[in-house]
């Protein structure tokens, strides 16, 4: 079923609240922008008790829908740079160049979700993802408490600290070092989304 089939189940006062909640749910398993448990733990965050509350819940739905939206929009203007851009001879995109066709933020209030999402991590699973004899775990793990403790601040040399950190981490998920341990590989993986997440929660800061 669709996102926009969901969506009308979850609006519809004639069923009952848990299955329009049930509903919900299933929109974000299809756009979860920060992860599914935090995109829910998010929507919770910003419209309240959606489980329960009858408002709460269409607060939630809007809130999704708006980033969903948002990013449908730049789906649609990356298409149509890339339809001119091949008009004119180049087939490839430029190294740089984000595809946005897999949402790797929240649309609309990027820095904000993030910095939930990096919140919800260290609350919930952080802790066990960090090894005493993994510098590159430890170092993050000095960078998200630094960024919750000042609202999403890292000075200069953590930042640079964050920056060699993804770069470690993105090496270690190359098939080549990553595919004998699949247990790493998976903790890997969250570490490198949690770093995610903090580079975008610090991303805009003092603009």
Known sequence: ??????????????????????????CVQ??????????????RAKAGPFRTDESALLRALAVLEASRSAWQAEKLAYAIARREAKRRGRRSPRPGDVNPYTPACWYGARREAALHAVSFWHQRRLAVLIVDDDKPSQLLGECVRTCLATGGHLPPEQRRLLADCIDQL??????????????EYSRTQDLLTVARHLEAAITVEGR
Do not use: C, W
Not at 170 to 183: F, G, H, I
């Open 1 to 26: 079923m669709s996102f926009g089939n969901f969506a009308r189940k979850a609006r519809d006062t004639a069923l009952p609240h848990q299955r329009r909640v049930s509903a919900l749910r299933s």
């Open 30 to 43: 299809l756009y979860r922008p920060i992860g599914f448990e935090a995109t829910l733990s998010f929507l």
């Open 170 to 183: 993105t090496a270690r998920l190359r098939p080549a070092r990553s595919r004998d341990d699949q247990l």
